[in-house]
């Protein structure tokens, strides 16, 4: 499912010249006492936050996960892509 998610969300991605790359993040975090592993999808934007693109990208996702499984959703500046770049490659790079 999750290549079918990342394949899906390249076609809508491809559609909008501004975003440079993307990346589908894993990372384990702690919230109160529980510790747990929580997806970021990063984006990577020449224009910044656009809320019909996030509206867009959550349509296949909503298709293809139970609603239990969430996925956060950020534009990201460039400090914050140089420190996802060290541990996750970009599933989504503009040619």
Same mark, same amino acid.
């Given at each position: 499912?999750?290549?079918?998610?990342?394949?899906?969300?390249?076609?809508?991605?491809?559609?909008?010249?501004?975003?440079?790359?993307?990346?589908?993040?894993?990372?384990?975090?702690?919230?109160?006492?529980?510790?747990? /592993?929580? /997806?970021?999808?990063?984006?990577?934007?020449?224009?910044?936050? =656009?809320?019909?693109?996030?509206?867009?990208?959550?349509?296949?996702?909503?298709?293809?996960?139970?609603? =239990?499984?969430?996925?956060?959703?950020?534009?990201?500046?460039?400090?914050?892509?140089?420190?996802?770049?060290?541990?996750?490659?970009?599933?989504?790079?503009?040619?």
């Amino acid at each position: 499912m999750e290549r079918t998610a990342k394949a899906q969300w390249s076609l809508i991605l491809a559609g909008r010249p501004e975003i440079r790359r993307a990346f589908l993040v894993r990372f384990r975090g702690t919230y109160g006492s529980a510790s747990n /592993v929580y /997806v970021l999808l990063a984006i990577c934007s020449t224009r910044g936050v =656009d809320v019909t693109l996030l509206q867009a990208l959550a349509v296949p996702y909503a298709a293809l996960f139970p609603h =239990d499984y969430l996925v956060n959703m950020m534009f990201v500046n460039s400090a914050q892509e140089s420190q996802i770049e060290a541990v996750c490659p970009p599933f989504y790079t503009v040619v």
